[in-house]
């Protein structure tokens, strides 16, 4: 357990400076890599023939593909049949989902049935439903077409294999920040614009993730950690990916030139803000606006400022969650940590922090997460907004905090059948594996995922 706190504080001291692009074009689709794949030979394929090439539409059009609809296209070509569910749904389930959406801004919200009454497409009907309700689509005479498009492409380039960071995800922290622009402190300041852009953001905060950290990109010569040196790689690829389906689809293009970028950056800024990286930074700044009392709604930077907060508090709400819920995130994070650590091993590298599941449980990782990241967040935030919702949240963290301490000291079941040793064996390890089992998978089992390969030759 200590361990795992020294390790908390270790990850969160960090101040790390993002850097500020106001003007910039959205990354070529096909530049980012794919941890399956070698893209040093797609780089070759992509960039080979005379520079004329640059001006084949097709070619253009290729180079907007993310790599999970990259791959989709050459399976189709290649003749391997589709891995992708009908999208039909009987009138049952159509029915049920629509009971669900209208309790949308219910904390105890489902995300995970919610999903399954939707075929897996709880990202576009939530978002399409949360725009439509808020009447932006017809403020901002958005197209119906592009706007549906647009979502379908953002669901697409989540990577669903990923246990954590995927399109359930999206759509579950842009549920809770629907929750917090209701707040009253929120609903009776926000502009059109301000909802408008905390929803898209929601929705595409970790848009193409490749269910890996940071450091891990850093340490394999990762084509994204150069091209944005090593600062905030994720959250600034999360962002050009976004821009990129949003100029791809044109779902801005009826807007004067100058507001789309304005756009742009202000969708940019509000991801960036979920560089847990620069936690303190932020929690230090809010903390002050709260202590001097400065915050003014009625500024437009002092309402982007709580909107990034609130993206912020969405991003990493699971531990406010009712216990069945949270539990299941729980588990789901530490398992995408467990896989890169096991593709850390396979490859002799490094284990990362939290990422070696011989050493953690998914109990003392969340412990220690809601020790010195959630609960001074929500804190604040509980401050800023007093509400019932926000006690309900602190509530319920303090109760799963207590069921994950509970778990951790429960000694884990003896099989009748085991020899003496094999009993004392696991009596000794009770104490640092949950009894649900639910990080028993072995450090050696395999994983879908491969190490990326290095390129500098962009």
Not at 272 to 286: E, G, H, W
Not at 359 to 374: E, H, K, R, S
Not at 385 to 412: F, I, V, Y
Request: contains cysteine; glycine residues 6%.
């Amino acid at each position: 357990m200590l361990g795992t706190c020294v390790v908390f504080k270790q990850l969160f001291a960090r101040d790390v400076r993002v850097r500020s692009q106001v003007g910039f074009e959205p990354e070529r689709r096909s530049s980012h890599p794919y941890l399956c794949i070698d893209f040093r030979t797609l780089h070759t394929r992509l960039g080979c023939g005379s520079t004329s090439a640059s001006y084949d539409p097709e070619r253009r059009v290729h180079r907007l593909l993310s790599f999970q609809r990259y791959l989709h296209s050459s399976r189709l070509l290649r003749g391997v049949p589709q891995q992708i569910p009908l999208h039909i749904l009987d009138e049952d389930y159509t029915g049920q989902a629509r009971c669900m959406l209208e309790k949308v801004g219910n904390w105890n919200f489902d995300i995970f049935l919610f999903d399954r009454l939707t075929n897996g497409n709880s990202l576009i009907t939530l978002t399409f439903h949360l725009l439509n309700q808020y009447g932006l689509v017809e403020l901002f005479q958005l197209d119906m077409v592009k706007l549906w498009r647009f979502l379908v492409m953002v669901q697409e380039d989540y990577h669903s294999d990923n246990p954590y960071h995927n399109a359930v995800h999206a759509a579950d922290v842009t549920q809770a920040m629907y929750c917090y622009l209701r707040e009253p402190m929120l609903a009776k300041s926000l502009t059109s614009k301000d909802i408008l852009l905390g929803l898209l953001a929601a929705a595409t905060h970790d848009l193409d993730h490749p269910g890996v950290n940071q450091p891990f990109l850093i340490k394999t010569d990762h084509y994204l950690a150069t091209l944005y040196r090593n600062t905030s790689v994720l959250e600034n690829h999360h962002w050009k990916s976004a821009v990129g389906l949003l100029r791809e689809t044109g779902l801005f293009s009826h807007l004067p030139a100058e507001d789309r970028l304005n756009m742009e950056r202000d969708l940019g800024s509000l991801i960036l803000a979920t560089d847990i990286s620069r936690q303190n930074d932020y929690l230090s700044r809010f903390r002050l606006h709260l202590d001097q009392e400065n915050l003014c709604m009625s500024t437009a930077s002092h309402r982007h400022f709580v909107l990034q907060m609130a993206l912020k508090c969405a991003d990493i709400c699971n531990p406010c969650r009712p216990w069945e819920l949270s539990k299941q995130w729980s588990e789901k994070v530490t398992e995408e940590f467990f896989q890169q650590g096991d593709i850390e091993k396979k490859h002799k590298l490094e284990v990362s922090p939290l990422c070696d599941r011989e050493m953690n449980t998914v109990g003392n990782i969340q412990i220690g997460f809601m020790t010195y990241v959630a609960e001074p967040l929500f804190a604040e935030w509980a401050r800023f907004c007093d509400t019932r919702l926000s006690q309900t949240m602190l509530g319920h963290m303090g109760l799963n905090k207590a069921s994950w301490g509970g778990l951790q000291q429960e000694p884990a079941p003896v099989s009748e059948e085991a020899e003496p040793s094999t009993a004392c064996a696991d009596t000794g390890d009770a104490a640092t594996a949950p009894s649900d089992g639910s990080t028993a998978t072995t450090a050696g089992g395999t994983s879908s995922k491969e190490i990326p390969q290095g390129s500098r030759e962009s």
